[in-house]
C-alpha cells in the first residue's frame, strides 16, 4: 500500500507563501516509479487539478490558474513532493491533496493513491 502525508498547509494573506510537502511510504512502494501530483477542492466545489511531476522532476504540468505563481518539485531521496505555492491570491483557499499514479495520464483521473489533505486558507 502507499501512504501519503500532506503538511505545510496553514492561513497566509493575499500575496504570500506556503510551501505544502507530502511525504510517501510504503513497504512495496518504489517512489521514484511514481508520477506525483497536486490536487485542490474549495467548499462546494469539485476537485481539480493543481499539477504534477514526472519520475525525475523534469517534466512538470500545471493547471492554468497557477502557472508562475506555483512551482512543484520532488526529492526522491526523501520520497517527498513539494508544492510552492507564491502570490496566493484568496480562491486558492483549499484542501491540497497528493496523489500518486504510476500512469502519467491516469494521475489526471480519481484512480490515484490519496493522501488526506491539507487546509490552505488565503485571507484577503
Known amino acids: 500500500q502507499v501512504q501519503l502525508v500532506e503538511s505545510g498547509g496553514g492561513l497566509v494573506q493575499a500575496g504570500g507563501s506556503l510551501r505544502l510537502s507530502c511525504a510517501a511510504s510504503?513497504?512495496?512502494?518504489?517512489?521514484?516509479?511514481?508520477?506525483m501530483g497536486w490536487f485542490r477542492q474549495a467548499p462546494g466545489k469539485e476537485r481539480e487539478f493543481v499539477a504534477r511531476?514526472?519520475?525525475?522532476?523534469?517534466?512538470?504540468d500545471y493547471a492554468d490558474f497557477v502557472k508562475g505563481r506555483f512551482t512543484i518539485s520532488r526529492d526522491n531521496a526523501k520520497k517527498t513532493v513539494y508544492l510552492q505555492m507564491n502570490s496566493l491570491k484568496p480562491e486558492d483557499t483549499a484542501v491540497y491533496y497528493c496523489?500518486?499514479?504510476?500512469?502519467?495520464?491516469?494521475?489526471?483521473?480519481?484512480?490515484?493513491?490519496w493522501g488526506q489533505g491539507t487546509q490552505v486558507t488565503v485571507s484577503s
Open positions: 510504503g513497504r512495496t512502494f518504489t517512489f521514484s516509479s511514481y508520477y
Open positions: 496523489a500518486a499514479n504510476p500512469s502519467w495520464r491516469s494521475l489526471l483521473s480519481n484512480s490515484n493513491f
Open positions: 511531476i514526472g519520475w525525475s522532476g523534469t517534466l512538470t
